[in-house]
Every structure is written in C-alpha cells, then in structure tokens.
C-alpha cells in the first residue's frame, strides 16, 4: 500500500493524515469495508459509540490483523463518546462499552462527539428535545477523558464539534490537552477562525464531511450545493487529470487537517486514497480557497437552545 503522512499530536503520537470514516455505514457493510480500507492503505479508522457498528468495525480490524495486512501498532482507531454520558460517572461505562465492542485493548484517540448533552436514557431526541438537556459542565467530563490516558485506555483524546470558547476553555483548565479538534471542513466551510485557533494552540484538527456527505443531506433532510458537482472543482479536476473527489479531498489534506472519508466500494476507496498523490498549483488551491460560503451542513439546528450548543452563527 501506498504510504501516508502522519501528523504529529502533542500527546507525541502520530496520527495518519488520510482517515477513513464509518458515519452512517450501516453495520452489514462495516466488516468487508474497514478491511477493504486497510487493504487500500488506510491506517486512520474513526467511529463512534453513536454510529452502532463499533462491533463491525472492531471485527474488520481484527481480520485486518490476523490475515497479517497490518498490524495493532500500526493502525489509529478513533472513537467518540456520545452526549447522553457527558456525566462523570457515566464516561468510563460508555468508554468501556466501545473498547469492548472494537474488541481492542485501548484505542488511539477518544474524542468528546459534541458538547452538548442529553439525559442518560437518550440516545437521539426526535421530540421534546427542550426536555432531553442534560447540564453537564464540559470541563467535569473532560477529566474523566484524562483518566483513561492515565489508564493506558486511549492515547491520545480530544473534542470534536467544538466552538472556540470552548475549546480555550478546555485548553486553559485541562491538566491533558486535547490532542484533537474533529470538525466539517471542505471547500465550502473552511471553518479558518476555528481552525486557525487550534493550530495555533497546537492541536491538531481532523476535517469530516470534505465531499460534502450525500448521505447527510439526505439524513438531515438538508439542501445544500454539491461540491463535487462545483464549475470550478470540476474544471481543476479536469485540467490536473483527477477527479472531483480528489480535488476537495486535497484540499483538506493541503491546509494541514487529516481527512476522513467513507466508501463501501473498493475502487472509490482507492481514488479517495490517491488524493495525497499529487500537488495543486498555488492558484488552483487559491480558487478551492475562494469558495468558501461560510455555510455548514452539519447545523444541528434542533438543539439551538442548548447551553453547549456550538454553532454561534446558527445561535443568532
């Protein structure tokens, strides 16, 4: 397999920098494409205890490893904790429940998923989601993620979906600092002020959604332009003989962010992958910077009236 670049955490480990995302992969299909994915040269797997298939893409690594295509040491699991167990003593339960379905000894990057937080016994509200708050002050769960770094239990851990009081607040009172910022990121969002605020305090930031998430759309009942069917995408993809695909993928990995993407399907897997495999001229790149809309997918309007809720521009 080809070889990709790894990014530096200040934890001191290595992250690579093309990742592969598991975000609604039904888990029927997670097995065959996790192994797929490592087969392909992908050492960055990233899931969630919300998606449901941590079982499925625990499996897959486990076949990954024991056909010999790779080993532990050299893949980087991610996995999240999700918002119904923010509360101290629910983190290491929720912790516990995900390492036991990936069926591994620690994982590589534990991540907050959002700061908001629901009740326990929710999973994801539909309705009364006034009702569904949980207050959980963020910094009471983020040192219950420092103790499993002191367990041995994940490496390295972060936040994910982060606003940037936040995630200053987290950096001025945390005795671990998050190694990881995980956000949307692609030609359409550059999300520059968050992501400009990590790197310059040093933690490194993972872009999702880089081709503008099909699936989400349609999850999310949402409209949004598509960004692989953009003029100028398309006309830089033509000239440099790549695909459109390719092109945003490039961009995520061009600014400095690792890339998460998901496929099911071999061939897509590998082209994904081959996005390291060239350089854009400066004026190209130029012209995937000037489409920025400031416009997030991932609104999550719903849950607006939350305490945590991070999108300050969606607030009003």
């Known amino acids: 397999a080809m070889s990709d670049t790894v990014l530096r955490l200040n934890s001191g480990f290595d992250s690579p920098q093309l990742g592969f995302g598991t975000f609604l992969l039904n888990p029927e299909d997670a097995k065959a494409a996790v192994k797929e994915a490592i087969k392909t040269g992908y050492r960055h797997i990233d899931t969630a205890w919300t998606y449901k298939n941590e079982k499925e893409v625990g499996e897959g690594i486990r076949e990954a490893i024991a056909e010999g295509l790779v080993t532990r040491e050299e893949l980087f699991v991610t996995t999240k904790l999700w918002c119904n167990a923010h509360r101290p003593e629910e983190v290491r339960k929720q912790f516990d429940e995900s390492l036991g379905l990936l069926q591994l000894k620690y994982v590589d990057l534990y991540l907050v998923h959002f700061p908001m937080s629901f009740k326990k016994h ?181 849950f607006k009236n939350y305490k945590q809720y991070p999108h300050l521009e969606v607030k009003g």
């Not at 190694?179 to 930031?205: I, P, S, T, Y």
Request: proline share 3%; with cysteine.
């Open 122 to 302: 929710i999973h994801f509200p539909l309705s009364d989601i006034d009702d569904a708050e949980d207050d959980v002050p963020l910094m009471d769960t983020w040192r219950e993620m420092e103790k499993l770094v002191d367990q041995g239990l994940t490496r390295s851990i972060g936040v994910s979906n982060y606003n940037v009081p936040q995630l200053r607040e987290c950096l001025q009172e945390c005795r671990i600092r998050p190694a990881m910022l995980q956000v949307e990121l692609h030609v359409f969002f550059n999300n520059k002020e968050l992501f400009d605020f990590a790197r310059e305090n040093g933690v490194q930031v993972t872009g999702y959604f880089n081709l503008g998430n099909i699936n989400a759309l349609d999850v999310y009942k949402i409209k949004y332009d598509s960004l692989l069917e953009d003029p100028t995408v398309r006309s830089i993809a033509e000239k440099i003989g790549r695909t459109p695909a390719q092109v945003l993928i490039h961009y995520v990995l061009q600014v400095g962010a690792i890339s998460i993407t998901k496929s099911t399907r071999a061939e897509r897997m590998r082209e994904n992958f081959e996005a390291k495999d060239f350089k854009l001229t400066e004026a190209d790149f130029n012209a995937l910077v000037k489409l920025n809309k400031n416009d997030r997918i991932g609104k999550m309007e719903q």
